[in-house]
């Protein structure tokens, strides 16, 4: 080696290690800055809540004869998830805008606060914004029954709409006056279960279906195997809907004193009714009586300030919105009073942990279950289930942890929302006692096994698999381009046997029945829950309030806190997320938003298909879940 290249070698590591340290301390110096800002940060929040009190309610000024405007926006849920920053970003990347979550605790507690809340005159409902699925009846007849509660303190409830939906129209029709734009529409169907059936396309794609189930009506498997609903399957499912629409045409009829039948008229026959009156959608819903009046947004304004009085500008009512009066409000206080622990179980049962309000993670509801045990300050626990089951595995897990609680002295309460069906039956079944909605939808004991193979595909397109293993089961390694091996299936079917004995075997033992009649009603059926208490698969028709009560009186509490299990987020950890939101968009997040919306759409579509068959983790690939409830 030459001098001059030795000199070039020499000089370009020293220039080289020079980069690399004057890296190393720029790296190191903005870790050092935002430590302190994150410290600052964290010191200003405490100070702040230090001075203002970190429980105590934001000071927001409410006017004298006001009306609480019940305008949520967003789709009625048991538990909200919480928000996570990049998800944010990325339906603001594609253009998309995804429908908030509005807890349905959080509207009954407002209600109720209005209620004897001396400076509201009375209750606004503008339900345009507000969604709710097929299955969230019960959630909605909760409400109603709020909105009742509401009228006894004698404060007028008026409805005002551009249209109803079937769900927004069960809470308008309990205002005392209903009024709806005169070019809007009231359309009532009823409720149905439909499906798409995908037998004949699988076998043209020649993809092989592998099913493995127990149950004569467990129908979650069906649009694979069959092109039509099965007969045991629209037994079944007309048996529930007919009591949800039931207790729909009696709620609507009653609180607007309708005649028995209008309703299911008004649905039969809306051809018949439209042409009494030229086809406007309006007039068949005034001369039916389910709306009092038909007037412009304009003249629905100037009905609010005749009913509840202007604004300081004149120009609108005097009034308070949801999310500015829920936010007025105190929190409940943990005083020193014995604690009821409240923990939910909302969304699929999956196994290991998740999110709440996303799923209902194994392991992240039997932690709470855990730290409610191990709080000597909780006498009792009332579990709320709002699922459609899931993973076998996951809901034994929790099953698990309510027996320890139960060996540990305290009592648990299962409080059934709309759905509580397959593994949200599981986890109930050994609760001290079960309460259900006359309209939760519950049962279908029942487990099912499900996944499809490509050889007969992959053949058409000249792809083989061959090889050889050591054992009769080694060609499982193949599985997906290859066949699934006879053995393999036979095994994976005695799994789901046993998993479906072990099931019945959960709910006689819990619920002290045979396990031939806990037999006799399985078989993966759906039921209703007024149906359900004469099966003695519940123990008791009533809300989450009943639940509660029923938890303190098993413990023998006369005064009692109700805690929720829930981590909640701090103040700090909500600013350092809406920071981080911030400096995201800062980096281009805006501009993405000019993405066409169809892509969007294409988006979401797959990131939904995708995460419904994320949901699917059980260890053993054993899933007590009714997808026909969903």
């Known amino acids: 080696m030459s001098e001059h290249e030795s000199h070039f070698t020499v000089w370009g590591f020293i220039k080289g290690f020079a980069k690399l340290v004057i890296g190393f301390l720029l790296v190191l110096q903005g870790l050092i800055g935002l430590i302190i800002l994150l410290l600052f940060v964290g010191v200003l929040v405490q100070v702040t809540n230090g001075i203002a009190g970190s429980n105590d309610p934001v000071s927001i000024s409410i006017p004298k004869d006001a009306a609480l405007v019940l305008d949520p926006n967003g789709v009625l849920v048991e538990i909200a998830e919480d928000i ?48 709710a699925s097929p299955s969230s009846a019960s959630k909605l007849h909760y409400l109603a029954d709020e909105i009742d509660a509401f009228k006894e303190s004698g404060k007028k409830v008026i409805a005002v709409g551009d249209y109803y939906s079937q769900d927004q129209y069960l809470l308008a029709s309990h205002a005392d006056e209903i009024y709806m734009n005169d070019y809007g529409n009231l359309l009532i169907y009823g409720y149905g279960s439909y499906g798409t059936y995908l037998k004949s396309f699988l076998e043209k794609l020649k993809i092989t279906t592998h099913v493995f189930r127990v149950g004569t009506f467990k129908s979650a498997v069906e649009p694979f195997i069959r092109d039509d609903m099965s007969p045991a399957a629209k037994e079944a499912n007309i048996a529930y809907l007919s009591v949800l629409w039931n207790k729909y045409t009696q709620s609507v009829e009653g609180a607007r004193g309708l005649a028995p039948g209008t309703v299911e008229d008004y649905a039969n026959n809306m051809g018949a009714i439209m042409k009494t009156v030229d ?26 300030m005749e009913a509840f009085g202007k604004s300081k500008d004149g120009k609108s009512f005097k009034k308070v919105g949801f999310k500015r009066y829920l936010t007025s409000l105190d929190d409940d206080d943990d005083t020193s009073a014995p604690n009821i622990a409240v923990i939910t179980a909302a969304g699929t049962i999956i196994d290991g942990e998740a999110p709440t309000g996303r799923a209902a993670g194994g392991d992240s509801i039997a932690a709470q279950l855990r730290k409610a045990r191990e709080d000597d300050k909780v006498k009792a626990v009332v579990l709320r289930i709002d699922s459609p089951g899931g993973s076998a595995f996951a809901a034994d897990i929790m099953r698990d942890e309510i027996l320890a609680l139960k060996a540990a002295g305290k009592p648990v309460v299962a409080s059934m929302g709309s759905l509580a ?71 994976i079917q005695q799994s789901t046997e046993n998993g479906y004995d072990r099931f019945l075997t959960v709910v006689g033992n819990g619920r002290s029945l045979e396990k031939d009649y806990v037999d006799s009603i399985g078989q993966g059926r ?54 981080s939101t911030t400096a995201l968009k800062a980096l281009g997040g805006d501009e993405a938003k000019r993405n066409d919306s169809a892509v969007a759409k294409l988006v979401r579509a797959a990131e939904e298909k995708a995460e419904f068959f994320e949901e699917f983790n059980d260890p053993n690939a054993a899933y007590a879940r009714c997808l026909a409830c969903e």
């Open 84 to 131: 996570n920053p990049l998800d944010v970003l990325r339906e603001e990347a594609y253009g998309m805008s995804e429908p908030s979550q509005i807890e349905v605790h959080d509207v009954v507690k407002a209600i109720r606060a209005a209620k004897d809340d001396k400076r509201i005159k009375g209750l606004v409902l503008d339900l345009g914004a507000l969604g």
């Open 279 to 304: 086809g406007d959608f309006g007039k068949a819903a005034l001369e039916t009586g389910l709306v009092d009046g038909l007037m412009s947004r304009a003249d629905m304004n100037e009905k609010l």
């Open 421 to 491: 069906a397959s593994g949200g039956y599981w986890i109930a079944a050994d609760a001290d006692e079960i309460w259900a909605a006359p309209t939760t939808i519950t049962g279908s004991i029942g487990i099912f096994g499900y996944f499809n193979t490509f050889e007969n595909a992959a053949a058409e397109l000249g792809v083989f698999v061959d090889g050889v293993g050591t054992t009769d089961l080694s060609p499982i390694l193949a599985t997906g381009i290859g066949p699934l091996p006879s053995s393999a299936a036979d095994i």
């Open 526 to 579: 759906v039921w209703i829950g007024e149906r359900a208490i004469e099966l003695k698969l519940v123990d008791h028709l009533g809300d989450f309030d009943k639940a509660i009560e029923a938890a303190a009186k098993l413990a023998k509490l006369e005064k009692y806190d109700v805690v929720d299990m829930k981590e909640k987020r701090t103040t700090f950890e909500i600013f350092m997320g809406n920071l």
